[in-house]
């Protein structure tokens, strides 16, 4: 059976291209029963208040630091978007006088202009995001060599560096349109016309220059211009499938303003249920092993009509 068009972008793949029983089943969970879908190699964990939350998101970054040692360096890769962990990691970092030296950082992904990574002049620049919200503000004789920061400005050399560097944990948050860093769902043309890619093939995809599903534009409009799409590019430089299955664990993280009510429950259905689905890339996860979910229970909302 032909799948149905999306009803947000046509020329896409999405989650309103799945079966209506897998959305249905989704829109019905509960705060209770997102915490009932953990499994083993999928964890969930809810916190009360914003301040558990992103003390415990930032508190993963120093722990995976903490782990460095000249003999083994290792590293976290983190997203923009949550970033109010970002200057809570640089405070813990000065007040407890952590050395960096041999730890490092992996940035998701970065916008793409002119065929080409966006500067750190860039308004929306996650590198400049990056370093103004945390590493310039970590003290200079605590701070890893810059060497160590790793951002998709040379693709071969970041793809790579997953090879040379163990990563602990890929940390990030959930998109609309249920993607980790910039792994959207590709278009619905040439061999993917009539079924998007399968789990096996979408997770072949390496650091990558992507078009960027309708949905994040908007989103990125949204969460970080106010509104005004055109200051947000067309595509990105993200981390890929192949990068994201060398590290240890996944973590991502839910505040409740990036996607919204329903999309938080569907991609935790169906890595619990393992329904992986390229229409949805988040629930690819499904096959990773080890994945955590981490919502603040005050963003978990419900799906209901309400009229505002």
Known sequence: MTRPLSKVAPGWWDYTTLDEEILRDAAKLTADDLLGLSRDG???TMYDSL????????LEYVRVWQQATPDNPVGICGPIGPTDQLPLVAQIVN?????LHNAHFWGMDEWIEDGKPV???????FAKADMELCFNRIRPELLMPMENIHFPTDI????????????KLMQGGQGEVKHWAFNDPVKREGQYKDAPP?????RQLKTRITDLHPMTIIQNARTSGGGYVPLVPL?????????TWKTDCVSIWHPGYHDNPFGIRLT????????????????????????KFSYYRGGIGTVEAVMQ
Request: aromatic share 8%; proline share 8%; hydrophobic share 35%.
């Open 42 to 44: 999928f964890e969930v």
């Open 51 to 58: 301040r558990e939350f992103y003390c415990a998101e930032a």
């Open 95 to 99: 007040d407890l006088d952590i050395k």
């Open 119 to 125: 500067s750190l002049d860039h308004p929306l620049s």
């Open 156 to 167: 071969e050399a970041y793809s790579q560096s997953y090879d040379q560097v163990s990563c």
């Open 198 to 202: 399968t789990p096996e093939e979408y």
């Open 235 to 243: 595509r990105a430089a993200t981390v890929g499938p192949v990068e």
């Open 268 to 291: 935790a259905l169906m890595i619990s249920k393992k329904i992986p689905d390229s229409s949805v890339p988040m629930s690819l996860m499904a096959d990773h092993p080890s994945v």
